[in-house]
């Protein structure tokens, strides 16, 4: 509900209301209250009750600046298991390639999502395609770890696309460029992927932390 725009930074979370909208126990919701709090979603304010969190400007660059380092980095290793490929056995090479497909195709999956709900303007729609097409880059590394990591960075990157205004002019400027690196994957282009990924986040972290700056002076 926080991820899809129901409740933004700033919003109480009332627990009695969310106790009968959710038809869950007290404890079952007080548990996801400590969920969230641990991955930085919620903020527990004594004598005031459970609040959706604001990033603080630095949580917003370094959000950024570390979706480089893990999803350049993911490309980057994603092309070394490519080229360890050719020396495996054939029945370990199978089962690589099944998996490496599938994970191609995810990529190619999210950004068709997007291009389509732009088609229809939900801009929300493109908003979580775009997530799911990040979460879908971090997998070609095969690692559980890079992937647990990005599905954190990528909830955190809600909160932000929450404050710094419309939704459209969030996200559309990017799926041409989730299109561009799609491309440059299918086609074998690791690493000019990784560079491309570099540059789009590098440009990202420029205009919507700029914005969620003006956002917090005003």
Not at 62 to 73: I, K, P
Not at 151 to 176: C, K, S, T, W
Not at 183 to 209: F, N, P, T
Request: charged share 30%.
């Amino acid at each position: 509900m926080i991820l899809d725009g129901q409740y933004g930074p700033g919003d109480r979370l009332d627990e009695s209301t969310l106790v009968g909208r959710l038809d869950v126990s007290r404890n079952t919701l007080r548990e996801a209250f400590r969920v969230l709090a641990y991955e930085h979603i919620v903020e527990h304010l004594p004598n005031r009750g459970v609040f959706v969190r604001y990033l603080t400007l630095d949580e917003a660059r370094d959000v950024y600046r570390t979706r480089r380092l893990l999803e350049c980095g993911a490309l980057r290793e994603a092309a070394q298991r490519r080229l360890g490929a050719e020396s495996m056995r054939s029945r370990q090479r199978q089962v690589f390639e099944n998996d490496w497909h599938d994970s191609v195709a995810a990529i190619r999956r999210a950004v068709q999502v997007g291009i389509e709900a732009r088609i229809v303007d939900d801009w929300d729609g493109v908003g979580t395609a775009n997530g799911q097409f990040h979460l879908a880059l971090a997998r070609l590394a095969g690692n559980d770890v890079i992937s647990r990591t990005m599905r954190g960075l990528i909830a955190e990157m809600r909160l932000l696309f929450l404050v710094v205004g419309g939704v459209q002019d969030v996200h559309e400027a990017y799926l041409d460029d989730n299109i561009h690196i799609a491309a440059l994957i299918e086609r074998g282009e690791l690493i000019r992927a990784s560079i491309a990924l570099e540059e789009y986040l590098l440009r990202a972290e420029q205009e919507v932390v700029g914005r969620y700056s003006g956002y917090l002076v005003q």
